[in-house]
């Protein structure tokens, strides 16, 4: 997709689609990564299975991926991912989470939401946040698409959304190596896969806008390991800076530059 095309989707639609930002090598690389994560995960006491979200135990949930693999700490300031984010939220940004959702066959849905509805009360006027999100397999609607409502990021407030908006769910439907670029007002839920032996594995960047909270608490959540290894870049988006949440009020520094205010 052209840029100038991919904006003018994301503006209208809610969402746009990357192919082939992954090539299969890697793709496959970063998947046996992720089950590798998930089994880390499991050795640390963090549970990956029925975590709440799911109806089932079908899905597997990886959290805190920036501790568990640097190839994480890699894509989530991938140079069209921050091109993409900067775009939408402005230069004032952070990570808020970056998480996976594995879905196995027979899993069910979660319930219809909107990421940005979760951290920050109606109205929801403007763009605060954004999801980029990781296809680690073809995605499809019988092995659990994200399903989602195009144009929803245009709802102001619950009361807006249609009556029949379950009825209006459509399936994000891409390829291996692809990115999903979501608005963060966009509401969606995740789909149930109905096939018989086919993942589903998807990474979940959550960009928000520089004066909100985190979701994740990254001081509490990496290791000591992890924190010596980041970029500065990568800190600056944490906010592990001194600055915090108003590291990014001028543009994304270049890699190695001190912050200075």
């Not at 915090?244 to 009020?249: Q, R, T, V």
Request: charged share 20%.
């Amino acid at each position: 997709m052209e840029w100038s095309d991919a904006k003018a989707q994301l503006a209208e639609q809610g969402y746009c689609i990357f192919p082939g930002v992954l090539d299969a090598a890697t793709t496959d690389q970063v998947r046996a990564k992720l089950w590798a994560a998930a089994e880390e995960s499991e050795r640390r006491g963090a549970a990956t299975r029925n975590v709440g979200l799911d109806p089932n135990r079908h899905n597997v949930r990886v959290f805190n991926l920036l501790d568990l693999d640097p190839v994480f700490r890699e894509l989530i300031v991938h140079p069209l991912a921050l091109e993409v984010v900067e775009h939408l939220l402005g230069p004032s940004y952070l990570v808020s989470n970056f998480t996976a959702n594995i879905a196995l066959p027979g899993s069910g849905s979660m319930k219809l939401h909107s990421d940005q509805s979760i951290v920050v009360p109606e109205p929801w006027v403007q763009p605060w946040s954004l999801n980029i999100i990781w296809c680690l397999n073809d995605v499809h609607l019988k092995n659990g698409a994200t399903l989602f409502i195009p144009g929803s990021h245009k709802v102001r407030q619950r009361s807006e959304l249609p009556a029949d908006a379950e009825a209006q769910l459509v399936p994000f439907e891409a390829p291996a190596g692809s990115v999903i670029v979501m608005d963060g007002r966009v509401w969606h839920t995740s789909g149930a896969n109905v096939t018989e032996d086919e993942e589903r594995a998807l990474l979940f960047g959550y960009y928000s806008a520089g004066f909100l909270r985190p979701q994740m608490n990254w001081n509490a959540a990496l290791s000591p390991e992890t924190i010596a290894d980041l970029s500065p870049t990568l800190r600056t988006l944490l906010g592990l800076e001194a600055a915090a949440n108003i590291a990014l009020a001028t543009p994304l520094l270049n890699e190695g530059e001190p912050l200075r205010l």
